[in-house]
DNA sequence: GTAGCTGCAAACTCTTTGCAACTCT
DNA sequence: AGAGTTGCAAAGAGTTTGCAGCTAC
């Protein structure tokens, strides 16, 4: 699915070899990536990048709306490609995130918002838990 | 409710002027300030105090879960007591912060975790809306 | 008395930015 | 050609930490 590259031109963007190994990466990762992560996998598909065009691509992708900065309780910021819509379950044990989607929960979410007098534009929701180990399912 | 300070001489804290300034102007406080805003307050009452006594005392509080520590999209944290739980909207105009509690939310979180094999233990949810002007109620 | 706490300043981490050189279009 | 982009290094913001002196218990 190149068209990601097409948007980005679209909105005028030039498309230089460091922004496709940095949009590259991205859509080959499965996973949340942080600054430092993605600037390691572009590295590798273009030695010379510097992290300060990694910095600069991707707050310019996510203004874009491309992509999605998240900030988990970390004290830095993690990026993912702004394709599907869910949210986040982090393991407390492992630091795993796991991705879901709920549908009551969009409802409900937009509900909240309109019963308190407001037009909903963006929300955050992160579950953290811990893996249930061996309890009989009942 | 000057219990509070009992929790932390529970938790083994020792109550010095500073962090009873501290904890003074987070009760007082109705907003959700930041380190900043917590030192500024805080000065009022025991004009020595040093921003990095404010950092290490919020730290503690977090950890003894006396406090949260909120992380919105901001490039710093803010703090709040731990009193009530309940969630924030962020209106995106006036960046003024609305707390709600939605009991069929609280319901439902769990239910999600449960069925990703999880037990909840935290979870942050933040909604980001705009006021909504003059439509009328339908 | 002493373990814990504090202020200060330096250090650290993450992120942004000024600038001169370079490169897409 | 020229506006946009880059790497580099320096600067910024927020936060943490080492240390010597101080304080609650």
Redesign the interface.
């Known amino acids: 699915m190149s068209d990601l590259e097409e948007r980005c031109t679209e909105a005028g963007l030039k498309m230089t070899g460091q922004r496709r190994a940095i949009l590259e990466v991205l859509k080959t990762s499965g996973d949340h990536p942080s600054v430092e992560d993605v600037y390691d996998r572009a590295k590798k598909l273009d030695s010379s990048i510097s992290i300060a065009t990694v910095y600069r691509t991707l707050s310019l992708l996510d203004e874009l709306n491309l992509v999605t ?1 998240h ?1 988990f ?1 970390e004290g830095y910021s993690r990026y993912e490609l702004n394709w599907d819509h869910h949210h986040h ?1 982090v ?2 044990e492992t630091g795993e995130v ?1 991705e ?1 989607q ?1 549908d ?2 969009e409802r ?2 937009v509900k ?3 019963d ?17 180990k061996s309890k009989s399912k009942k």
Do not use: V
């Open positions: 900065r900030e309780q379950l393991d407390l796991i879901f709920n009551e929960l409900l979410k909240i918002a309109r308190l007098g407001f037009d909903l534009i963006d929300h955050r929701l992160e579950l953290y838990g811990k893996k249930i």
